[in-house]
Every structure is written in C-alpha cells, then in structure tokens.
C-alpha cells in the first residue's frame, strides 16, 4: 500500500471519529463521509504501519443507512460528518462505540443495558461558536464556520442543526462579530438570544425554573436532551443517602446542584472557571453550599487531607475530555460516596476512570447515551456507580 494507490471495498462499520472502515490487505483504512454497507472506492492520502486514511472517489452502491444531507455546507463545514447517515444509524453506531470503549479501555465484560436518550436530529444547537468573516464581499454573511482541516473562515447563512432563533438570526444577518472578538459564542433557547461581545448574560429555563448562564461561559448545548439528563441525574440522587451533603465537581454555571439542592443539607461545588462558579453562587440558594475555585488535582488532594469534612451521600461528576485526574480517582476510591452519577463527553476516559472505581470497590450500576451531538461523532453518557 502507498500513497495514492486506489482501494475499493465494503465500509464494514464507523470509527469513533465518524469515518468508516475498509480493510485492506490486512490493514484498517479509514475512509470520511461513508456508511456501514457502502461500496465504494477511495485513494491512500496516509499510512502508517497499521493503519491508513483515504478520501473518497466514489460510492459505487450506496448503503441503505445513507441519505442526503440538508445542509449545503456539508463536507465544507468542519462541523458536522455524519449527516450523510440516517439518524437511526447514527444512534447504533454510537451505542456499539459507547460498549466497545467500556469493554476494551474499562475492561468491564458485564455491561448493563444502555438506554438510548435520543435528540431532535436537526434545530437542536442552542449554543454555538461562530468565527469572524475577515474580507465578506458584499452581501455576504460576516459570521462563519471553520472549514474542513482548514483555518480558513466559511461564510454561512443557515445551519440545519442549529436552534430555530440562531438559524433566523443568520437568515436575518443579525450576528455580527463584536469588535475585540474574531471568535465569539452565541446562545438561543425559547425566544432568548445571547451573544458573547453582546448581550451575554440572561436567564434560561430548564424544567420551568430559571437558571442564570453566560454566553461566553460553557453551558450544555443541547436544552432538550439535557433536561432529560438533569431528570435522571437527580433521580439517582433521590436513592442516595440524603441526610449527608453532597457534591457536584466540574460544577460549571451549576446546573446539576440547581437540580439537587432541595435534596441534601449542603452542597459543595467545584469548579476551575472562576466565571462560572461565580454565576453558580446566584444560582444555588442552598445556604450551606460551599464553593471551591480550584482544580480537580488540588480539590482532591485536600479532601484526602480533612476527609470528615469531605464526606458525601452522593456526587455527580461532569469533567472535560480528559476525564479524572488521577488525585480524584485516588479520592473517591478510597472515600468516595456510596452512589456517583458520572456524566462523559468523552467515552474513553469515562471507561478508563470507571475501570479505576470498579477496582476500588463500585459497581457499573447503569450506562446510558445521550446524544446531545446529532449529525457528529460527539455522546455524552451516564454512568452510575454504587459502591458494594
């Protein structure tokens, strides 16, 4: 095999990244934009010892899980890579990934059942990022998405996935980059319009109660799917012990201790993003709710300190891609609460992390998807944990 040599083949399934794998001559290739069924040909562009990328020439015979995009950026936009498969398709594929990680990085056999907590396909994005249009030509929009492996700017004027208010405000030409920003972060639920540079703060609502949230801080893109989360979330917590506090790390704007404070008698809250812990002090009334600005590493290392104080019936856990340091996994399988909601956007250290609990004593008590990324590769799932 060599760069620019011609394969053709059956795609057999979806890698977690989005593209699809061919194999051939004992090696995985990896092909963009195709579906699992497809026959098509393609051209190496990279290889390695045990692996290779191909574009696609051609689909010579189409999969039945294909179908046309409504986007007429697709393949341009680096943003989504799946809208060329059906939406039932997209679910199955990342079901079956959600379980591969767990069996082969978390090393967990017995898996229960995974729920499926599907979206809306397209209109779901309430939040986005947007880049500044440097040169627009006239009448050309002045906001844009980045291009495929590119850093190039591409002028948009709708985006299928986006919420009814973004799509509008894009039709209308109303986003303008704010003057200092050249990337900037807009926000639309149920009539509000947000936009970092702007008018950035304001109240959504989730489940019919407000919360406050910033633009320009991380909230959860995807309000549908994440009020059901914060339904489940605070249906595990109802089986915890409830007469200890509780905690919620990587607590953001505080959503889900929104969701729990009439729960517990306190909460402890931690967060990195001095911002968003600061907007998570207006939204948590629960008087004994303590705050703590810090890091994962360095909240852990004094909870193993003083672990009377550090005592819990119940954590959520909503981390970045890189998932728990190893300080808080050292934490919690020593001290950890009885029952912990672990909520992932990133599968892979999810399995690795729940690898370290099980080891230390918990159970995998429920797995669940939650497809806040239609048309993408991206999940997010729920673990439950309860310590036998």
């Given at each position: 095999m060599a760069i620019g040599e011609k394969v053709s083949g059956s795609i057999e399934s979806i890698a977690a990244g989005g593209a699809g794998i061919l194999r051939w001559q004992g090696k995985t290739v990896f092909i963009d934009y195709t579906a699992p069924g497809d026959m098509v040909s393609a051209v190496i562009e990279e290889e390695t010892p045990s692996w290779a990328r191909a574009s696609l020439l051609k689909v010579q015979e189409a999969s039945p899980h294909r179908?046309?995009?409504?986007?007429?950026?697709y393949q341009h936009c680096g943003g989504c890579t799946l809208q060329h498969i059906s939406y039932e398709t997209q679910l199955v594929i990342k079901k079956q990934l959600l379980v591969d990680h767990f069996k082969r990085i978390g090393t967990i056999e017995e898996l229960p059942s995974i729920n499926i907590i599907g979206s809306e396909p397209y209109g779901y994005r309430n939040r986005m990022q947007f880049h500044r249009v440097m040169k627009p030509k006239s009448g050309q929009s002045r906001v844009g998405l980045k291009e495929r492996a590119s850093e190039a700017v591409i002028p948009i004027e709708t985006c299928p996935i986006a919420d009814p208010g973004i799509q509008e405000a894009l039709r209308q030409k109303n986003l303008v980059p704010p003057p200092s920003l050249d990337r900037f972060t807009v926000y639309s639920r149920e009539g509000i319009l947000l936009q970092e540079g702007k008018q950035q703060r304001g109240?959504?609502?989730?489940?019919?109660?407000p919360l406050i949230m910033d633009a320009g801080v991380f909230f959860q893109s995807n309000g549908q799917v994440l009020e059901r989360l914060l339904k489940a979330v605070r249906s595990v917590a109802e089986q915890a012990d409830t007469s200890l506090p509780a905690a919620d790390l990587y607590c953001g704007v505080g959503t889900f201790a929104y969701v729990l404070q009439d729960l517990?008698?306190?909460?402890?809250?931690?967060?990195?993003?001095?911002k968003a812990l600061n907007l998570a002090k207006q939204n948590i009334r629960n008087g004994s709710a303590r705050f703590f600005p810090t890091s994962d590493e360095h909240w852990a290392k004094q909870a193993v300190k003083k672990t009377k104080e550090y005592h819990y019936g119940f954590m959520v856990l909503d981390p970045p891609r890189q998932g728990l340091s190893p300080a808080l996994r050292d934490f919690l399988a020593n001290a950890g609460p009885l029952l912990i909601a672990y909520v992932s956007c990133d599968p892979v250290t999810q399995a690795r992390d729940c690898k370290d609990l099980v080891k230390a004593g918990y159970h995998l008590e429920t797995l669940d998807l939650y497809d806040f990324y239609p048309q993408t590769a991206h999940m997010e799932s729920l673990a439950v944990l309860r310590r036998v």
């Open positions: 179908v046309e995009s409504p986007c007429p950026y109240t959504v609502r989730l489940l019919g109660a517990f008698p306190a909460l402890d809250l931690m967060e990195e993003n001095p």
